[in-house]
């Protein structure tokens, strides 16, 4: 197998055509609780990926007593390598089909948890999302303008010629309500208080 990925709590392996996520045991914590961690976050990511077929990697099988998941190896590129390479044209359709993805989550109150243009890979025209191991279920308001808050912030940082445009595009997409929109707002006003200090 080969590591694509190693981070804080999990190894991501490439098997073939698969990709095999395993969250690792944490020595720092009790092993009962670790245990019983990694296994609640291995169950809730597999809940998510099946609700989010259409647009995440297809989920191949779970083991909870291993806290391993198998699932599709998705073959594109990666919006943060591709975003400044794309026309306006191909910027906006990907933008608005990244919006419509996040408003179907939102609506099965699935919170992606850390949506970044490292976490959306696109295969031609089509993003695919990727990376749901902080994902969780709610229906609260404040949780998915946070979610869409976090993706406005990491284009600001990382791509900054294209951020705003491209951010403007994913709501005509998302087409939240006034009461997102407004949360939304102050979401974003907390943002940038608490980046001058103010808080």
């Known amino acids: 197998?080969?590591?694509?990925?190693?981070g804080a709590e999990s190894?991501?392996?490439?098997?073939?055509?698969?990709?095999?996520?395993?969250?690792?045991?944490?020595s720092y914590r009790l092993e009962e609780i670790d245990g019983l961690l990694r296994r609640q976050r291995?169950?809730?990511?597999?809940?998510v990926l099946e609700k989010a077929a259409s647009f995440a990697p297809q989920l191949f099988s779970v083991d909870i007593k291993t806290a391993s998941i198998e699932m599709e190896y998705v073959k594109g590129i990666l919006l943060k390598d591709a975003l400044s390479s794309l026309s306006n044209g191909e910027r906006s359709v990907i933008a608005k089909r990244i919006g419509i993805i996040i408003t179907t989550l939102h609506s099965k109150d699935i919170i992606h948890g850390d949506l970044t243009t490292a976490n959306i890979i696109l295969v031609g025209e089509r993003p695919v999302l990727i990376d749901f191991g902080l994902s969780f279920f709610s229906r609260k308001l404040e949780d998915k303008a946070?979610?869409?808050?976090?993706?406005?912030?990491?284009?600001?940082?990382?791509?900054?010629?294209e951020a705003e445009n491209f951010f403007e595009m994913i709501l005509k997409g998302y087409r939240p309500s006034a009461d997102l929109r407004l949360r939304l707002a102050k979401v974003e006003s907390r943002g940038r208080y608490k980046s001058r200090g103010e808080l």
């Open 1 to 6: 197998m080969e590591l694509l990925y190693q």
């Open 146 to 161: 946070v979610d869409l808050h976090l993706l406005n912030q990491v284009l600001e940082a990382y791509h900054p010629l």
């Open 11 to 26: 190894f991501v392996y490439k098997k073939e055509e698969r990709v095999i996520k395993k969250r690792v045991p944490k």
């Open 42 to 47: 291995t169950k809730r990511e597999a809940k």
